[in-house]
Structure formats: C-alpha cells, structure tokens
C-alpha cells in the first residue's frame, strides 16, 4: 500500500506539470497546430446523420432507427483512453461493465451481469463472439489495436428479428475501419504501474486495386490486489486482504485487412488475426473427486485465429447484395476445463430499395460448430457438433412522409429445440428536430453446451460434493420485450435520448439440487441439475444527453435504472427463492456518468469521466464511484503524448464477486503515458 500511495503522489505531480503546460501553451504555437478532434469539430447534426448497421443489418442513419442505438465512435475511444473494449464500453448509457479482476471482465445490458452475461450477442465485423459452451463471451481474449476501431455500435434491448438467438437484451456490434482509412505507418507505445507495457504497429498502402494493412501489437499488465471477504477470519480463495493476486497477463495479436473496391463490380474485404495470450488465475475447484474444494494458482492460455470474407455489389439501382464468409478457431487452457472449437458460418443477403416506398430485406446463413473438450476434475463435456440454420425477412415502410413501421421476424433452427421463431415489430414517428419510436420484440437465448451435457462439481466438504448435471432436459429462455423511446435536437449544440422499456422473462435458467442421498461407497454425490426455474420481469429507463456550448467543449452524460423482479416457477423452495433473490441482485439499480472534453487550445485536450454504481450483489459490492481522466499534447499534427488516469477517486475499490471461473481482486487505480506517431 505504500508504493501505492507513493505513486499516487509522484502522478498526481505529473497530471499537475501535464495540465500547467497545456494551458499556459502559448497561444501563438497553438494556433499553428492543426485541431486534433474530427468530431469536436462537427456539429450534432451531422453526428445524427452518421450510418449505423447494426440495429437493422443493413446502414441507415442514425437518427433514422427506431431502436435504442449508441455509437462509441474511435475518437471517444481515443480520448478515454481506453485500452481495451470492455474499458471503451463504460461511456455508452445502460451497458454493465464490471472488473472481476485484472484478467476478467463482466459486460451485460440491462442487467443479469456475469463473467458470461447470456443474454447479449457480441460481435466484430459481423463476427459472433458469443461462446456457445457457456453462452457468453471471453472478454480477455477479445482485443484489437483501439485506433483502428471505426466504431462500437451498441442496441440496447432485443436483436433477434435480425441477428438471431442469443441477441435477448442488446447487440454490441464492433467495427474495424478499412484499410483505406488506415494508410501510412502508426506507432502506439505506453508504459504505467498496472499497465506495464503496451505496443502496436501497423502499415498500410494501396494500390490501383485494394488497399490493405497490416499490424501486430502486444501488451503487459499487472496482478491485481485480494479483497476482504465477509468473514473477516477467512481467505480469499487463498489470499488475505490486500495480498497482490497472480491474475496477470501477457498478449499478443498479428492481423492483416485487405479491401477493394473494384472486386467483380463491387466491394471486397478480407481480413484476418492470430492470437496468443498467457494469463494468471486463481480460484477454487475439485482436485480429487469426492474431495472438498481446493484453492488453486493457474497459467491459463488461450489461442486463436479468424478470417473473415465480406462481398457486397449494387445488382441494380435499387437491388443490393451482401455476403459473408468467415472462420473462427480457438482454444484454451484453464483449470476447470480445456476447449477447442472450429466455427464456419456463411449468410447472403438482399436488400430492395425504393420498393411502393419500402425496402426490404430477405437473408439465409448456415453455421457449423465442433467443439472439442479435454476433462479435468472439475468439469467433464462430451465432444460436440452443432448446426444452425436461419432466415429471416424485414420491411420498412415509410407510410408518409413522418411515419414508418418495421416489422421482420428470423426463423432459425438450432440443434437443440429445433425451428425458433423471433418477431419484431417497431415503429418510428419524427419530424424536425425530434423523433418517437416504439417497438415489441421477442427473443430466444438458446441452451448452452454446458446446460445439455455437463457433470460440473462445485462445492465440497462432510464428505460431499455437489455435482451440476446438464441432462438434456433445459429448455430455451423466451423473452417479450416492450420498448418507447424519445430523441430531441433543440438546436445544433444539444442531443437528448430518453427509452422506457419492460423485459419479461420465461424459463430463466439456473440449477436446482435434490435431497441429499444415503451414504455412498467413501462419499456421497448431491445432484444439483439444470433447469428452467424462474420467470421475471424488468423495468427501467435510459437517458443520456450530449451538449456542446461552444467548439472546443463537449459536456456529456447518461443516466440508467432498472428495477428487476425474479420469482420461482415452476417449483416454489427455499432454494428457488434464493435463487430469485441473487438473479435480481445481479446488477445495480441507479448508474450515472458525467464527461467533458475540453480542447483549451488547438494542440491540447482533457477528458473527464465519472461512472456511479449503486450497491449490488446482495451488499457484497458497495455503491462506488469511479473517475478516468486524460490530458493530452500534439506537438505537431502526426504525433499525440496523452497521460491517461483511472479510479482516480480511490487506491482501489472492487467491482465483482468470485464466481465458479475465477477469484475477484480489487481494481487498482492506475496510470500510463502513451505517445502515438501517425503519418
């Protein structure tokens, strides 16, 4: 704790020099530097003209959708200094991200936060990153070098009528730019006391026929700090309070992206990364079965590479052309279990427009999945192969000139329920200045491999052990979804978006034990088993405003609630109460953020954002607030020195609890300087 607070005062003495230089930068030199800010520059209202693709699969302005859409664009990422997605996923209203530690990261939308949140579809370029094993994401392996980011496109609230099963309570679609954007030579370097070293390099050109890029980055961080637990006689999985954790990591990524405009009379991209990363782990797991559970220290490995193929051509005026092709493998290496899956997915697509004033979409893709498992003594899955099939259909019709209504439902056929069907129907009234929207959803998150076949062992002690069983006998969650929403552009220096929406859940699911058995031969098993034993409601709003009063100064913020209320069907027990009572605490009620941007001269910026949580997880995480700040110089145009802090507030603070993966550390407040040369 001393080299903490040491090192809190040698920075607060850096972010005091850094901020005394950019403001007493001589207004002359400034004003010879060309402004660094793209979007500081531009008014709100070419902001709401921007394309989006992810809330109906095909671009359409922003302003135009009748859905909650945010867009993270690459210079908010820039100037929050995020060093990861998850970290860039902070600013955007009604997305949960919370630190179990300095390795794993929960992501969800309106609420039900976990290590594997499993009802939010994720994706890169079209990509899904969801993991069909335990229906989440591995957030630790899911990096790319941020300045290449275009833009983090998040829909809050159901995207099954276009994206399919899983997409339940939002979609956060991640979008690279193209290789012409990204022409010349980028270094980007940095080192801080958490981050400890981090670099990408990447080269671009061209030619009369494409364009391409290619790059390669790697980056360090640190262990975090054990927190208390409850019991203040007790360890944390091992650890006693503020003991540093081995959950650090090493990693590294190559990629390439190729793209024409020329390819067979339209647009083609090909693009493509490898990955390798190391990280530490602790937690608790069976070392022996029929023995308590032990606590462990890990070096987890996971690996991968992906391709991706995307073709699109104008047909006609008014007739459009998209398909996909892509390929993903990875695998990995942790103490609970070894996995490793191939996935192909193909989809074409055809969109009419300008049909009796509507435009139509029609689509069909195939995806095949096999996933191969190594046992341990924790976790046994038999191999598995998978199959999905989809269609799906979607009409907007502009009724006159203010009104639309949408409506477009998928069909898709998984290997587990059979044929699901997810409708949707939204409608959207604007008018100059301001635009009204509503819509009714439903949504399917299918079963996971672990929910059909797994013999998970859990807990341990008086010579038991509880044993999840995934028997085949789970069936999907089915979700309706109700959604208004408001946008307000009073003038060309202010942007309001206020939603109100109610989710109502079936079938949520969770585990449920029986009694108890006899004594067995040297131990006895407790079945604990997998079924469908909530239902739930949940109720909120979201708003978020940004407004600019003058150029240089950019004022921003977002306010989120949600009330949930989970209760036990079909079977009504202690067990199922209890299980009702942690689903609903699984994500604070009230969140906030405030931030500015401030260019006080033309070569220099500063950035704050503040995050508050309310308390969560049943009093185990009390309510935290949490800021980031940056102050950055561009001594010339192709080159920016930015010294970035975070959790400014506190030495450290904790965001999550330990779950069956890993053990929780504290998130540490940390610093790093970074400078980045682009010409």
């Not at 664009?73 to 600013?91: C, T």
């Not at 997998?530 to 978020?544: D, K, Q, S, Y």
């Not at 950055?632 to 080159?639: D, G, N, Q, R």
Request: proline share 4%.
């Amino acid at each position: 704790m001393r080299t903490i607070r040491r090192f809190e005062t040698t920075s607060g003495r850096l972010l005091s020099c850094a901020l005394a230089l950019i403001l007493y930068l001589p207004e002359g030199e400034a004003r010879e530097l060309t402004a660094t800010s793209d979007l500081l520059s531009l008014s709100l209202e070419e902001l709401t003209n921007v394309e989006v693709f992810s809330a109906s699969k095909r671009n359409q302005e922003y302003y135009a959708t009748a859905a909650a859409i945010f867009v993270i664009s690459s210079e908010d990422i820039r100037r929050a200094g995020a060093r990861s997605i998850p970290d860039a996923l902070r600013l955007a209203p009604g997305v949960e991200v919370q630190n179990l530690n300095a390795n794993h990261v929960a992501v969800a939308i309106r609420g039900q936060n976990d290590l594997f949140s499993r009802k939010l579809l994720v994706l890169m370029d079209g990509r899904p990153l969801y993991n069909p094993t335990f229906s989440g994401v591995w957030w630790i392996a899911q990096h790319y070098p941020m300045e290449d980011i275009e833009r983090i496109e998040i829909v809050r609230g159901p995207g099954g009528a276009v994206w399919g099963a899983n997409a339940v309570n939002g979609v956060i679609n991640i979008i690279t730019k193209t290789a012409q954007k990204t022409q010349g030579a980028m270094l980007s370097a940095g080192a801080g006391n958490e981050e400890r070293g981090f670099g990408s390099l990447r080269l671009g050109g061209n030619s009369d026929a494409a364009s391409f890029r290619i790059y390669a980055m790697n980056e360090s961080r640190d262990g975090g700090i054990a927190a208390r637990t409850n019991n203040a006689n007790t360890t944390n999985k091992g650890f006693t309070a503020g003991q540093e954790t081995p959950d650090r990591r090493r990693f590294s990524q190559t990629g390439f992206r190729l793209d024409s405009e020329q390819w067979g009379g339209g647009k083609l991209s090909l693009h493509g990364d490898i990955y390798d990363l190391k990280a530490g782990g602790f937690g608790e797991m069976i070392a022996i079965p029929g023995r308590p559970m032990v606590n462990y220290r890990s070096s987890d490995t996971y690996r991968g590479h992906n391709m991706v193929l995307d073709y699109q051509r104008e047909l006609t005026a008014d007739l459009h052309l998209r398909s996909n092709l892509f390929y993903d493998h990875y695998r990995y290496q942790v103490p609970l279990l070894m996995e490793r899956r191939d996935t192909w997915e193909g989809e074409l697509q055809l969109d009419l427009h300008r049909f009796t004033g509507q435009t139509l979409s029609a689509g069909a893709a195939l995806r095949r999945s096999s996933a191969n498992f190594t046992d341990t003594s924790a976790i046994r899955m038999p191999d598995r192969s998978t199959s999905l099939y989809s269609l799906f259909v979607n009409d907007d019709w502009q009724v006159s000139d203010r009104w639309r209504l949408i409506g477009g439902v998928k069909y898709e056929r998984n290997s587990y329920s059979g044929w699901e069907t997810q409708p949707s129907l939204r409608t959207l009234w604007q008018g100059e200045g301001w635009g009204i929207w509503a819509a009714a959803s439903k949504a399917v998150r299918i079963q996971s491999d672990n929910e059909m076949s797994v013999a998970f062992d859990v807990t341990g002690g008086n010579g038991g052990v509880g044993r999840i069983y995934g028997d085949g006998n789970i069936q999907p969650e089915r979700i309706t979804t109700y959604e208004a929403g408001l946008r307000l552009y009073p003038d060309p220096h202010a942007l309001f978006e206020l939603t109100a929406f109610e989710i109502n859940y079936r079938g949520n699911s969770d585990v449920i034990s029986t009694k108890i058995p006899g004594p067995g031969p040297g131990y006895a098993i407790i079945p604990i088993y997998l079924r469908n034993v909530l239902n739930g409601r949940g109720r909120g709003i979201e708003a978020n405003l940004k407004y600019k009063p003058v150029d240089r100064l950019t004022l921003r913020g977002s306010y989120s609630y949600l009330h949930q209320n989970y209760w036990p069907h079909p079977t009504v027990s202690n067990e199922t109460l209890y299980t009702a009572y942690t689903v609903t605490q699984q994500t604070p009620r009230n969140r906030y953020t405030l931030g500015l941007s401030l260019n006080p001269t033309l070569g220099s910026e500063i950035d704050l954002d503040l995050f508050h949580h309310d308390a969560f997880r049943q009093g185990f995480i009390h309510s935290y607030n949490r800021l980031d700040g940056r102050i950055a110089l561009h001594p010339s145009p192709e080159v920016e020195i930015s010294l970035t802090g975070k959790n400014l507030l506190q030495a450290t603070h904790r965001e999550e609890i330990n779950n069956y993966i890993n053990g929780s550390s504290l998130v540490q407040q940390s610093f790093f300087m970074q400078i980045k040369i682009d010409r």
